[in-house]
């Protein structure tokens, strides 16, 4: 809506786009590849944010990968870190029923 100096309303409208600086229609992390320095490995922004996180609870960033891909997401992971000691004992869980060690 606009007003005008003689006190009419106009209306107008507008485009609503919510594309990022990427071009991708934005509703949480931007879409683009994001490559591992370590493992050349593509990895979300969010995976990556979560094992730099989880670095300084002491759990390793192939630890992380274990859990996901045992079934745990992200948000379940980062519950996990508030108590590091049932994180370990889940992780040690875990490794049992993947390696059998």
Known sequence: MKLAINEEVEQSSFDMDYRDFNGCYSCGWPDYDYE?????????????Q?????RMFG???DEV????????DVEE??????????????????AFEAYGC
Not at 77 to 94: D, S
């Open 36 to 48: 591992d320095s370590e493992t050349g490995f593509g990895e979300s922004p969010v995976v990556h």
């Open 50 to 54: 979560l094992k730099e996180s989880a």
């Open 59 to 61: 759990v390793e960033k």
């Open 65 to 72: 990968d274990l859990l996901l891909d045992f079934g745990y």
């Open 77 to 94: 992971i980062e519950l996990m870190l508030n108590y590091p000691n049932n994180l370990h004992r889940t992780i040690q869980e875990v």
